[in-house]
């Protein structure tokens, strides 16, 4: 009898998907399959697939192939949804708000709240450091250190444009009691531990906020990185070196490097390669779906409606964008 080898397991898996899924379902099933950013991801993808999962299947049928477009459904609710929605929600402390305009700490109701945001101050200023105080990606320096670092401008650079210290994995998605999305957080980090094959305990617990977990980026590739459009993929025996990778109709045209590599004068903690790993493969699946220009324009239905939660947690624009979605279908 034939060793059972991962290959395999995946190679059926492969089968099942072109044989038993519906027309809709098979890019998305087939890009995890593909696009999984480790073996372990791959096959815990293969087996969801082969066996459908438990949670899919009742104990009395005999055919569980009827039950691939929920497990569909169940990775693009868990996976792609959450973090292009919640990717660019991150708030910022209140001495940074006037510089992004992006997320503004006043919306914060107790003080409670306010103190939870401020204490992303620190980690910004780190990363910042750590970074060089420019994009990481570009290598574009942030105006705003001219005034109280002159000595950065002498190491180089090529221009400048503001920057934003950026979540890999959002920070919307932080283990909190206080967020109204806290009962979609087991099931949105199972995903992701199951795609990325990795543990994610340490962010799920508190530790969203790691300096592992953070990157320097221009406003606008913070724009199209939490967009999924932009992602950072390992290169392999290459230490903190990654391609960039780009998608759609604007990133691609956007000049950027093939390559770079990460470095650090401070010795603090480098972004995480199994989070950037993680967030370019979700980056794939996206656009190999055939549903991103779908996403996008559910989330132009929703862009005049004020959705994000007092906590930051984004959970009503969660949940309609999946139900949009998924009416979508229909």
Known sequence: MPAITSENIIGRAVVAVREHAAVRDQPLLLALLEYAPNEKGKLNIANKILHCGDTYTEPEEQDCWGHMPQLSDFFWRHIVIPVRVTGGKTPEPRTRVSRSGVSSAGAFRSPAEMAAVNDLKDLIESASTRDRHRCVISGKVDPE???????????????????????????????????????????IWGALECFGGTSLSTLMHGGINALDNVITLSATLHRYFTELQVGLEPVPDAPHTYRVRTWGKVAPRLGLPKTVKLSTASGVPLPNPAYLALHCAICRVLWSSARAEELKEVLEDLEEVTLLAPDGSSANLINMAIYRSLAMES
């Open 145 to 187: 250190v001219i005034a109280s670092r002159p000595g950065a401008l002498s190491r180089g650079g090529t221009g400048f444009e503001m920057t934003r210290v950026t979540h890999i994995i959002p920070f919307s998605l932080r283990d909190s009691t206080a967020t109204t999305s806290a009962g979609h957080l087991p099931a």
